[in-house]
Structure formats: structure tokens, C-alpha cells
């Protein structure tokens, strides 16, 4: 089995998060406490999770005892969001520069901890408790400065880099290993009803700022240039650009996601 993969194995993250976790104690123990509440104290990487993202949540309105029990109720009945989740720190670690190990994606990165919150959200919205749901979006907008309808679907293996301003519409489907920057729109083009958001094949990479509006194909393994405007389906395998977005070349690698090439010179 390709290494990559197999490395999206809850259980195999959960060993890696765990031996990064000590080490971190021993470099740095003022951190101690820290990190033994969100990770040496769980047996699982649901449990941590859980207790991680309640933390961040947590108000006046909903405690983070209530929160950590809705996550938990959540990854035990649909166990398939642990291994999205596992899937999605893989994402981060494979494509940031920025980023050599497991633990702070799951610590730190606002990104990746708001994927998981939308997945809660779209559990409920799934299970008709729509109310409860918009209220877990509205948190995460607050908290994360990340804005995802409660009915938008998401693959596996995405990563929301730097994350801050993204806004994504309810009917939108983003497929398995999408990469999303910060400041981009996945949108409708006005008040219409119904199926009106974009659909993001896999392996796409949606540049800084692009704003991506109306039920449109955006093709697998293409490129959305930063500040790019897109109205219209873009073709597999393809780079746009432009205000508004228009066809500039072939993409060479099959899934730009991967590469995080924001540049237009090689496509």
C-alpha cells in the first residue's frame, strides 16, 4: 500500500500525534499540561479531537462538556469522519511547507480544525437537527473566521491553508484531495433557490482570493489563479485566470492540490 495512504490510518496518526506529543513535553515542558489534556490523556484520536475542538467552541451558550459530547456522539456513529480527519492532517502535513510534523495541525492550524467542525455541522444537518447545526456553523465562523454551510459536502484529504475569509455555499461538493487558500468564495451568483453552488472535482487547487460562483464544474486537477473571478465550468486539467477567469494553459501535474504552485509560468 502506498505509504501516503496508509499513513491516513486513524490509528497510525493517532501512534505518530502521541511520540510528537512526548517529545514536545521534553523539549518544552511549560507546554506540559497543555499537551497531555488534548492528546497523552485520550486513548484515540476521536477522544482528542473532542476534547480539542470543544475547548476551541466552547461559550456562553454551549459548554465544552455539551460540545465534547456532540463530537463524540458524532465520530462514534459515523466513524468515517475520523478517518476524513486523519485523512485531512495528512493533507496539511504532505502540501504546507510550513509544517514537518502531526501535532500542531491538530493543535494549532485554524484549517484543519475548522474542516472538522463543519463536520459535525454536516452530521447534524444530516440527522434533521438543522438548528443545532447552524449553530455549530455560526461558532465556527466566529472562532475560525471560516464560513461553510452546515449542507455543503467535503471529501477527504482537504486542506484550507491559512484559512482566514473562506466562505462556502450549501450546495456546494468539494471532492477527495482539494487544496483551498485563504479569502476564497465558493458562492452563488444571487438569490436563486436550489442547487446553485459550485461542484470541486478532486485534486484542484483554488488559489489565494479566487471567488468560484454558481453551479459550475470546476474540473479534477485543475488551477483557479489568486484573485481569479471563475462564472463558467473549467475544463479537467486546466489553469484560469483572470477577472473573469479565463483558460491559460494545461495543468502538468495531475493533481495541483499536491504541489500548492500558485504560479502561472508552469501550469
Known sequence: MNTAINERNPELIWTKLCEEAT???AQEPILASYVYNCILNHRSLASALSVILANKLADEVMSAVSLRELFEEAFEAAPNLIIAASADIRAVYDRDAATNTYLPVVLYLKGFQSIQ????ANYLWRNSRQALASFIQ?????????????GCTLGMGIMFDHATGIVIGETCVIEDDVSILQHV??????NEQGDRHPKV?????ISAGA?????????SGSKIGAGSVVLSDVRPHTTVVGVPAREIGKCEVDSPA?????SLGSH
Open 23 to 25: 517529545r514536545v513535553i
Open 258 to 262: 499536491q504541489t500548492m504552485d500558485q
Open 201 to 205: 472535482r478532486s485534486g484542484v487547487l
Open 117 to 120: 467542525v463543519h463536520r459535525l
Open 211 to 219: 471567488k468560484v460562483l454558481g453551479n459550475i464544474e470546476i474540473g
Open 185 to 190: 468564495t465558493l458562492g452563488g451568483t444571487g
Open 138 to 150: 455560526s461558532r465556527n465562523s466566529e472562532v475560525f473566521a471560516v464560513d461553510i454551510h452546515p
